[in-house]
DNA sequence: GATGTTAGTTACTGGTCGGTAACATGTCAA
DNA sequence: TTGACATGTTACCGACCAGTAACTAACATC
């Protein structure tokens, strides 16, 4: 009862020695296991880590999730929800405008890319930290990146390019190329801020023809 | 002197129990570093593989290095002249036609990256295994990007291009873009191959009025 | 108040990591 | 032949890793 725990200020680690419900536990988990995982790594990061930053014990993470690729794939599933999220929110501003819905996702993710601690793409970053393509974190990118480019040709398409595929598959490019310079120039710095406009570029010379965003 | 070892078929791995001079053991080291290191990672490959594929001795290692940090910055170092050496060589075929250049550059990455076992940007790489940005690792690819970015230019330039800058951050955006799709989206599908096309479609905008490339 | 269930705690396993010490062995020059 | 030196070999260090076992403490239900 007499916890003599300190919590360090502007930390989320929680207090240990108080007790905790299962599905709670799991979510103290799984936040913990965002917040590390994508800052330091999937490899980098050791299960020990995970647990005390979620102020749970070490057994209890192996009650929730079966194994440390368990707890990942789960990570993963969470950071797949965002980045939809992100994408969504960016296309929802422009209803019925597919053409400006590109547009703003790519002003949108500019916005996100500069911010100092950003660490660029975590699906990028799981496919180099696991070099076996056959692991299930490389096929769940994979399914990852199927779906965003689906999601993006049906936009190039809406938007009447004369090749939607090819436009599709440009934006990808540049989506990708956003993610990789955040980390290797500095950030918020040369290439990233050029991208809406490369963007801009790219959409109005494949519509030309059919103003239809 | 009757040496039992088996070398397997295919491996370029060294027999053991052969003395080796240091400058040949370095040498060795040097290869299977950058073998090892860029297939599978450098925080996923220790030291005791790394000898193990140069066919040298743990100890050698540390008498040509003074820790494994110091073979990964070997390691960079040797893909930096690799990397500019391409880029050097696409150039070369077009001497005095900068934008045929750049052009060249990008259709020849493209085929780069689509060959089955490509593993995308070394530098990107370690920028994902290394989440301190104050390491040395991390230094060297900042200065690596710098001077591509600085290379680009020159050629932006030369191109005449109207914004030679805003060009060379759209290129520079494409070549990350590639390097990324080669992992998350198949080998030699999709995005990668349309990269010359965009590449190309840039070039074009950017030099419409002087055709100096 | 007894019981079953769940979580927390401690300690441990077997393995790998980067790095080092002590010693044996080979090569080459004098 | 002898000595010096660079190399290979074996064994080890402390630290960390993912994962587990045995036990204790809190809770709800009856």
Redesign the interface.
């Known amino acids: 009862m007499s916890d003599s725990e300190t919590l360090k200020p502007g930390s989320t680690r929680r207090a240990r020695g108080t007790q905790t419900a299962g599905p709670e536990a799991q979510q103290h988990l799984l936040r913990a296991a965002d917040e590390l995982f994508y ?3 999937v ?2 990061v050791g299960v020990d880590a995970v647990v005390e930053r979620a102020g749970v014990n070490k057994m209890s993470l192996y009650r929730q999730f079966s194994s440390k690729d368990d707890l990942v794939m789960a990570y993963l599933e969470r950071k797949d929800e965002q980045f939809f999220g992100y994408v969504e929110k960016s296309f929802a501003k422009h209803p019925g405008e597919p053409a400006r819905q590109l547009q703003q996702y790519f002003d949108d993710l500019a916005v996100r890319a500069s911010v100092e601690d950003y ?3 975590p ?3 799981v ?3 696991f ?1 076996d393509t056959t692991h299930p974190a490389r096929q769940f ?2 399914r ?3 779906r965003l ?1 689906a999601r993006l040709l049906e936009l190039t398409t809406a938007a009447g390019a004369d090749d939607p595929v ?1 436009l599709a ?2 934006l ?10 955040s ?4 950030p918020g710095c ?6 809406p ?2 963007a801009a ?2 959409i109005a ?1 494949a519509c030309s023809g059919t103003q239809a965003g």
Chains 1, 2 share one sequence.
Request: with cysteine; net charge positive; aromatic share 8%.
């Open positions: 800052r330091e790594g490899r980098s660490r660029g793409c699906f990028v970053n496919s180099v930290e070099s990118v994979f990852n990146k199927e480019m090819a598959n440009g990808g490019l540049m989506i990708e190329g956003v993610y990789a310079a980390q290797t120039y500095g040369g290439p990233i801020l050029a991208a406009k490369v570029q790219l010379a």
